[in-house]
């Protein structure tokens, strides 16, 4: 079957760039990708061919699993196309596809968060064309300063977000954590600028199939759904998961927020 | 989070084969087996865990393009955990799941459908317990003979299935293959027994939360509906992409067809 000769607008973000640590979601990262996948491999000949960059802690294989404490081996294995210190690789990202998951382990947790504070504060922060876009408990990674530079708020801090639902009470009413963040319970996606959070593991794909809408054309993104027979929904705002869980919206607190993006 | 504490019915089938091959389509994947991570997970202390094994043609990473021929690079890798020949590990393996996608290419080809076939005939067949599942153009790979007995029939032959709908016409009316089975177009899956073909790329999640639905039982496949925040289609019939590209039903006109199930 000939490629379908999709247009993407000029200057349109076209490397991804997608985070892996040991425990990651799957579905958080193969969802967007699986859209992604479909435009990518059906773009006009002389379009700008569209490219993904995986980014892990090493380039040794990176399992999914095992869900440690949680008594189970299911797991499938990834190799990183490199490593979360490739500057150079780095540079060339337009955007951060960060995933959720049980991981990353401690001994990979700082390295995760500082990496997206990284791509963050010197490729999206001010920028155009630039974006962060995270999935499930991706987002709770985001909200983390840099151990590099303490005082920097992190890419969360002052923003609305949302986040997985079933561990929503974990993270706000039992830890109390990420208090500079506006949480919003009732979100499928929430897009505020060039920093997009989506809510767990399932809700990636719709987020991404918006993305491409508004970034892409609609077109697109009704092409990615048909080819991907996916059953979109378009409706950021309507999470039943929210309900089911007891999930409600978390206020942020902090005395230093300056802003939340209204869109 | 402590793990749910789901309970299995006895004897339900418990390890998952997933074949890997290049240029693979990685939601056929990533999408069914979500839903089986969330369950392996959450099962009760004194269950029998859950277990996953993948299989590829060798254990050298696998990518899932680039698509030749469609001027894309994007693409993913992948780690199989052991290799096509490993009879060992397929002789534990109660559901094999095969994924569709732009490959196997020509290298891959004829030994990614002779292992298909491989665990058909020598673990399925005539078996309590024991499943394979396709999904998207996996069952067109499924829908061929083994190179090494060709005078066998393939573990699709005689039955009713369904595949990918952009590809439909392609299969069907340009190329009138895999005449020997019955392929039906409006459906999002079709359980034939112990044999279980999906739609495309997308359809494998529905049909794997169906497939849970009836051999788990129908509290886990709400509990991973939940935990994964996925919105399941769980009429099997209901299939809008049918139309999109026109896909008409396929009836078997093969003269050594004994029979249809009727499920």
Redesign the interface.
Known sequence: ?A?AGLRLPKDAPRT?G?VLYTQF???D???P??A??QI????A?NET????I?FGPSTN?IR??P?EG????????????TTFDDEEKLSEVDVLIVPGG?GPPDSERQAVIDFIQKFYHCHVEGQQNKYLFTVCTGSNLAAFRSSKDTQVPSALEGLAATT????WN?FFVENKWHKATSWVANARWVPQGNVWTT?????GTDGMIAWIAQVYGEDKAQFAC??????R?ANPDL???AA??GAQDVPATEADIKWIIKT
Request: aromatic share 12%; charged share 15%; net charge negative.
């Open positions: 079957m490629p991804f997608i979601e799957v579905l990262v193969f969802g990708v699986e992604l996948n990518s491999r059906n773009l000949d061919p569209m490219k993904c995986t294989p999914s699993g869900s949680m008594g189970s081996s299911f797991s499938q294995s990834f190799v990183a196309d049980l997985n639902k079933s561990a974990y809510s767990g593991v399932s809700a048909n080819t991907m027979e996916y059953n929904q999470d039943p998961f089911v869980y």
